[in-house]
C-alpha cells in the first residue's frame, strides 16, 4: 500500500508515529510461533489480537502502514470526507426547513482535509504497533517472504510457523489506459491528501468509491464527471436503487457517461485530457476508481506452495485453507466480499479453523454492504437478479419511504425498503434499502436473516414511533395481509357476526 500523507502535517506524523513508528525495532524471533499473520489491515489485525487474546504466540507482519486500507485510505478517511459534504449540502437546502442564511456558503476545503487527517489520526491508537506489542504480539515492520512451507523472513529474521494467515488486502486496480502512466491520477490512497479542491474532476468508475467521491467532491464545490462502462451505476445493487443514486448525483452537480470507455489519457499543460468516444474532456484532476487488485505480488507464495489468481488473490477452501493447510488467508486478498466488516467476520473464522480445529464454513455467513451515498445503499443477500439466476422463486415486498411518517418529516423520503422472501413462505432470502441511513437500517434484516427470522417477526416487533426503521414493521404487516385468504376472511366475518 503506498499512501500518500503530508510530511509537514502534524495530524499525519501522529499517524505515522502509531501505525509505522521510526524508532520501531522488530523483536527477535523466538522459537515456533503458533500464528504467523502476514498484514496489518482490519483482517490482520483481529487475527493477530484474537490469537494473542486466546493465549497463541503470534507474529503480526506489515510492510507498510498499520491499519490498512481501513484505517489510512478508506473507510476512515471516506467517510470523515462525506460528512463534510453532506453538511454543505445540509446547509445549502437549510431554506426548506425554514431558515435562511446570509450570503452563499463557502466550503473551505483546506479546513476540510484537515478535520479528515485529523480525525485519522485520533482514531489510529487502535491499530497502532505499540498497543498490539502490549497485547503480546511480536509486531515486524518490513517486507515478508515465504521460504519454505513453514517459514517465512522478514527484515533479515526467518520465522518458523505452525500455522500463517495471509490478510495482505487489496489495492486499487489500475486500468490498462494508453497514457495514463504519464499522468499524475489519484487514487483512494492518494486523494485524501489534497489540500486544494480541484475545480474538474474526472471519475472513472461508478462502483461504490467512486460513486461516493464523485458525490462528496461535487457537493464540495468540484465540478465532476463520473466516467462508467455499463448503463448503470452501482451493478452489484438492485436496479431501482442505482436509479435513485444516478438522481442524487446529478441534482449534485454530477455529469454521468454511461457506456464510456476511456481510450486514452495525456497531459496537456496543467490539465489532463481524456479522450472519450464522445470528444475530448479537460480536467485538472483524474481519480481511479475501477475495483480492487488483491496483494499477492512478492510473497513467495510458490515457496510455501499457495495457489493464488492476479485478480481473485489467494485460492481457499470454504474454511479459508489455502492449498498450504498450514496457512489460512482473510479479508480482501482472498474474498469477493471486499468490506471492512466481511474481513473482520473471515478474520474471526480464520483463527477459529486455523489454530482449533474448526470447521466453521464461510458460506454460511449473512454479508451486508452499504454504499454511502447520499442516499445511502444497503444490500443483504440476493438481489432479485440473483434469484432468477438461481432459478428460485421468491416474493417482492415494497415499502416506499414516502409512506413512513419519520422520513417525511426529515425530508428523507426518497428510497424504499424492498425484501426478498422465498415464495410461500415468510423467510428472507434478500433485502435492499435506499434511506439517508441504510447502513443502519440493514442491521435489522441481517440479524433476521442470520438468525432465521421472517417477516412475521418483524410484524410483532415494536419499533419506536417515529423512526425511519417503521417501514420494516410495515413490510411484516404488507406480508400477514397476504396470509388473509378468501376463506379466512369469511369464516373471520361469520365468527364476528355470531358474537355480536
Not at 464527471?225 to 452501482?234: G, I, N, Q, S, W
Not at 482473510?330 to 479453523?353: E, M, P
Given at each position: 500500500m503506498t499512501v500518500s500523507l503530508l510530511a509537514d502535517d502534524p495530524d499525519d506524523r501522529r499517524l505515522l508515529g502509531q501505525v509505522r513508528p521510526a524508532d520501531w525495532v522488530n523483536p527477535s524471533p523466538?522459537?515456533?510461533?503458533?500464528?504467523?499473520?502476514?498484514?496489518?489491515?482490519?483482517?490482520?489485525?483481529?487475527?493477530?489480537?484474537?490469537?494473542?487474546?486466546?493465549?497463541?504466540?503470534?507474529?503480526?507482519?506489515?510492510?507498510?502502514?498499520?491499519?490498512?486500507?481501513?484505517?489510512?485510505?478508506?473507510?476512515?478517511?471516506?467517510?470523515?470526507?462525506?460528512?463534510?459534504a453532506r453538511a454543505a449540502r445540509q446547509v445549502r437546502d437549510a431554506e426548506q426547513f425554514g431558515i435562511r442564511l446570509p450570503g452563499v456558503p463557502e466550503v473551505d476545503f483546506a479546513a476540510v482535509m484537515a478535520r479528515l487527517r485529523r480525525l485519522r489520526a485520533d482514531l489510529s491508537p487502535n491499530?497502532?504497533?505499540?498497543?498490539?506489542?502490549?497485547?503480546?504480539v511480536d509486531v515486524f515492520l518490513g517486507d515478508a517472504r515465504f521460504t519454505g512451507r513453514d517459514r517465512v523472513e522478514v527484515a533479515g529474521s526467518s520465522l518458523h510457523f505452525s500455522k500463517a494467515i495471509l490478510a495482505t488486502g487489496s489495492r486499487p486496480h489500475?486500468?490498462?489506459?494508453?497514457?495514463?502512466?504519464?499522468v499524475e491520477y489519484l487514487t483512494n490512497e492518494s486523494v485524501f491528501a489534497l489540500t486544494k479542491l480541484p475545480a474538474r474532476l474526472a471519475v472513472l468508475g461508478g462502483g461504490p468509491v467512486g460513486c461516493e467521491l464523485a458525490q462528496a467532491f461535487a457537493r464540495l464545490g468540484s465540478r465532476?464527471?463520473?466516467?462508467?462502462?455499463?448503463?448503470?451505476?452501482?451493478?452489484?445493487?438492485?436496479?431501482?436503487?442505482?436509479a435513485i443514486v444516478a438522481d442524487a448525483l446529478r441534482r449534485d452537480g454530477v455529469e454521468i457517461l454511461y457506456n464510456t470507455q476511456l481510450a486514452r489519457v495525456e497531459r496537456d499543460g496543467e490539465q489532463t485530457v481524456l479522450h472519450l468516444p464522445s470528444g475530448p474532456l479537460a480536467v485538472d484532476r483524474l481519480l481511479i476508481a475501477a475495483g480492487r487488485q488483491p496483494n499477492v505480488e512478492s510473497l513467495g507464495l510458490e515457496a510455501a506452495g499457495v495457489m493464488w489468481h492476479d485478480r481473485l488473490g489467494v485460492i481457499v477452501d470454504d474454511r479459508l485453507r489455502t492449498h498450504n493447510?498450514?496457512?489460512?488467508?482473510?479479508?480482501?486478498?482472498?474474498?469477493?466480499?471486499?468490506?471492512?466488516?466481511?474481513?473482520?467476520?473471515?478474520?474471526?473464522?480464520?483463527?477459529?479453523?486455523?489454530?482449533?480445529l474448526g470447521r466453521r464454513p464461510v458460506s454460511t455467513l449473512t454479508v451486508p454492504w452499504c454504499t454511502y451515498t447520499d442516499p445511502e445503499v444497503a444490500q443483504v443477500g440476493l438481489t432479485e437478479a440473483d434469484a432468477a439466476n438461481r432459478r428460485l422463486a421468491v416474493q417482492r415486498f415494497v415499502q416506499p419511504l414516502a409512506h413512513v411518517d419519520r422520513a417525511v418529516l426529515?425530508?428523507?423520503a426518497e428510497g424504499f425498503v424492498q425484501v426478498l422472501v422465498r415464495a410461500g413462505t415468510d423467510r428472507l432470502v434478500g433485502a435492499t434499502v435506499v434511506a439517508a441511513h441504510a447502513g443502519e437500517l440493514i442491521g435489522e434484516l441481517s440479524l433476521a436473516m442470520t438468525n432465521g427470522l421472517g417477516l412475521s417477526a418483524l410484524a410483532r416487533t415494536i419499533h419506536p414511533y417515529p423512526t425511519q426503521a417503521e417501514a420494516l414493521r410495515k413490510l411484516g404487516d404488507a406480508y400477514n395481509r397476504t396470509r388473509l385468504r378468501p376463506w379466512i376472511k369469511n369464516l373471520l366475518e361469520r365468527w364476528l357476526a355470531w358474537n355480536r
Open positions: 523466538v522459537g515456533r510461533y503458533n500464528l504467523v499473520v502476514i498484514g496489518g489491515g482490519p483482517a490482520g489485525l483481529v487475527c493477530a489480537a484474537g490469537a494473542a487474546g486466546l493465549g497463541a504466540r503470534v507474529a503480526l507482519i506489515e510492510r507498510g502502514l498499520l491499519g490498512g486500507d481501513c484505517l489510512n485510505t478508506g473507510c476512515v478517511p471516506s467517510k470523515a470526507l462525506l460528512r463534510c491499530d497502532a504497533a505499540e498497543r498490539f506489542r502490549a497485547l503480546g489500475i486500468p490498462d489506459i494508453a497514457g495514463l502512466a504519464s465532476v464527471t463520473l466516467l462508467h462502462d455499463t448503463d448503470h451505476l452501482l451493478p452489484r445493487d438492485e436496479p431501482a436503487a442505482s493447510p498450514r496457512i489460512y488467508a482473510a479479508g480482501d486478498v482472498c474474498s469477493l466480499w471486499k468490506f471492512t466488516h466481511a474481513a473482520d467476520a473471515l478474520a474471526r473464522i480464520a483463527v477459529q479453523n486455523a489454530l482449533f426529515d425530508g428523507e
